[in-house]
């Protein structure tokens, strides 16, 4: 028995659907991954900002200056720079100077002044700067006053590299 | 005259017939080799790396190295992938077209969004004598009529910056993996 057009016809599609219709149709291609399975990690970034040893400012009087010396030390990745700020003294005449210091004693202050709300340069990572906070009352300060101030210490981080 | 005589000579004369038949029933005929000796040969398209691909870092300095998976990237780092490949092709009437698929992250955190979409850049020259002919685009390039096999050099880069506004201490210690970056050549 012939078979019919219409069984003819669905042959016809069958093959076109086929995968060799498709085979017929192919063409060269070439391909290579990039980049790929690549891991990126993002780093840690902390500061840590500590008296060294216990400064005394007790029993002040007028122009006597006074030094306690203030540790930051960076933890975490890439590099950092960090910035000062001193708020409060209640005490009229109270005299508060950040000066740049080379290490952890008072012997190791400088003369270069640390401009408050100034950032500073680039450190290192995991870099540890000492910072000498002199203060001094006033020459019209009264006997038995008292004052507090604070020493807020910011860090951002700055690239690897 | 005997039978069997007489049937030998039929048959002898059947066999004669047949075999002058043959003769008369034959036409001239000659024979060329069409096809002998002929080697159909074909072409070629290729992608094969030529410079492994690398990392490091893209901003500052290059020291300390980038190694993915172990350097760690803050805000306002910024890293690099380079890798050149080796195109080649060959075919009397062949003709080419890149294409490149941008690397995506295998999932999504505030590193990934803090590194935005890799930026990507690929150029292509061509190398050696052959005579193929090659036109650029933006990322892409197309290859026409290399007759001869013509090779041509693909540096591609991709380009990681962690977002230095990212603020406070978020996006960090995560982790970013990248995937389904790839190069095509495509005979078109």
Redesign the interface.
């Given at each position: 028995m012939r078979p019919g057009p219409r069984l003819v016809a669905v042959a016809v599609v069958a093959f076109l659907l086929s995968g060799i219709a498709t085979t017929a149709y192919a063409?060269?291609?070439?391909?290579?991954?990039?980049?790929?399975?690549?891991?990126?990690?993002?780093?840690?970034?902390g500061l840590d900002a500590a008296w060294v040893g216990a400064p005394s400012y007790t029993g002040m009087w007028p122009q006597d200056p006074r030094t306690g010396v203030a540790r930051l030390t960076h933890t975490?990745?890439?590099r950092w720079q960090y910035q000062l700020a001193v708020t409060g003294g209640s005490l009229a005449g109270l005299g508060v100077t950040l000066l740049e210091s080379t290490g952890p004693d008072v012997a190791d202050c400088t003369a270069t002044v640390v401009t408050p709300g100034a950032w500073s340069a680039t450190q290192p990572t995991g870099a540890t700067v000492y910072v000498c906070v002199r203060t001094v009352l006033g020459a019209g300060s009264a006997p038995g006053g008292s004052a507090a101030f604070t020493l807020q210490a910011t860090a951002r981080?700055?690239?690897?590299? | 005259m005997r039978k069997t005589t007489k049937g030998a000579i039929a048959i002898g004369a059947g066999v004669a017939l047949l075999l002058g038949g043959a003769g008369t029933l034959a036409y001239w005929s000659d024979s060329k080799p069409l096809s002998s000796g002929t080697t159909i040969t074909s072409g070629k398209l290729s992608v094969a790396t030529k410079t492994a691909g690398s990392w490091a870092w893209a901003n500052g300095t290059t020291t300390p190295a980038f190694v993915p998976g172990t350097s760690k990237v803050v805000p306002g780092d910024s890293i690099r992938y380079t890798e050149v490949f080796t195109v080649t092709a060959l075919g009397s009437r062949l003709n080419a077209q890149s294409s490149f698929a941008v690397p995506t992250y295998s999932g999504t955190n505030a590193l990934t969004t803090a590194l935005g979409t890799p930026a990507v850049a690929l150029t292509a020259v061509k190398t050696g004598s052959g005579t193929g002919t090659i036109t650029t685009g933006t990322n892409t390039f197309s290859i026409s009529s290399p007759t001869t096999e013509t090779t041509f050099d693909v540096t591609v880069t991709v380009t990681l910056t962690f977002d230095s506004a990212t603020a406070g201490l978020s996006a960090q210690d995560l982790n970013a993996v990248l995937q389904n970056g790839a190069v095509t050549i495509s005979q078109v």
């Open positions: 063409a060269w291609s070439a391909s290579r991954p990039v980049a790929s399975a690549a891991t990126i990690r993002s780093g840690t970034f975490g990745d890439g981080n700055q690239p690897t590299t | -």
